[in-house]
């Protein structure tokens, strides 16, 4: 995974300066007639993303084939913000900011495509608890409401580096017709299963360090080391530096 992480930063160098057009020949887009009768439909088109280390590269490369407009969440970081945002804009026509459902909604019914991500934890609040293998897990609500403003049909967006270093493998795929079903957390259940069965075929290449199982349910035993660890370090450094 960590390896994958070094690659997926090389690439981000690609995906925001390279022509994507010289990489073309690397491409292999599975799935691209499901996109197009789900676009037929004049509903608007969720491409339901995961974060996969070969995102921005993967939307560049997507980009020649689909006018998506991606959702993304403003980094805390200044200066990468500057250059992710400046970046991308040269790549999408639109792009969304991820508390700003009017602008989702308008281009849904304007029949335009969004690409979203439903696979971070945001906290119990927003989200119900469904298994992600295996494990109960903070899951948003806003796909099924997301679909249920415009109609939209929903089409998975996965995309993998090839292990032979041949190129890139662009999947789309239908969900089920059926969603969403009005039940949060069977809706929850369905997505987080897609998801999963997308991540399984090439688990090394998922972001597994943006801690998905953050938010535990009820007494569970957490995952992740407790924040107030850094903390209490932070806070001996500086104290051994005042003394010094």
């Given at each position: 995974m960590f390896i994958s992480h070094g690659i997926g930063f090389i690439e981000l160098g690609l995906a925001w300066w390279k022509n994507p057009e010289d990489l073309r020949h690397m491409i292999k887009?599975?799935?691209?007639?499901?996109?197009?009768?789900?676009?037929?439909?004049?509903?608007?088109?969720?491409?339901?993303?995961?974060?996969?280390?070969?995102?921005?590269?993967?939307?560049?490369?997507?980009?020649?084939?689909?006018?998506?407009?991606?959702?993304?969440?403003?980094?805390?970081?200044?200066?990468?913000?500057?250059?992710?945002?400046?970046?991308?804009?040269?790549?999408?026509?639109?792009?969304?900011?991820?508390?700003?459902?009017r602008s989702v909604l308008r281009a849904l019914k304007s029949g335009r495509t969004i690409w979203y991500a439903a696979d971070q934890d945001y906290g119990a609040k927003v989200s119900v608890f469904a298994p992600f293998f295996g494990i109960p897990a903070a899951s948003i609500k806003a796909t099924s409401r997301f679909a249920k403003m415009n109609d939209s049909p929903i089409i998975m967006f996965s995309h993998y580096r090839n292990d032979d270093g041949s190129g890139y493998t662009l999947r789309l795929q239908a969900i089920p017709e059926n969603y969403p079903s009005g039940d949060d957390v069977v809706d929850a259940t369905l997505i987080n299963n897609i998801l999963e069965n997308a991540i399984r075929i090439q688990p090394d290449q998922y972001m597994w360090t943006h801690k998905r199982f953050k938010t535990k349910k009820n007494d569970a035993p957490g995952l992740y080391p407790p924040r107030t660890r850094k903390r209490k370090r932070s806070r001996h450094i500086n104290q051994t530096q005042n003394k010094s």
């Open positions: 887009i599975d799935g691209l007639e499901q996109f197009e009768e789900a676009h037929k439909k004049n509903k608007g088109v969720i491409l339901l993303g995961a974060h996969f280390t070969t995102l921005d590269l993967a939307g560049s490369l997507l980009r020649q084939y689909i006018d998506v407009d991606p959702m993304y969440r403003k980094a805390k970081n200044p200066v990468f913000e500057h250059f992710m945002k400046i970046n991308r804009e040269k790549r999408f026509t639109n792009l969304i900011e991820r508390s700003d459902i």
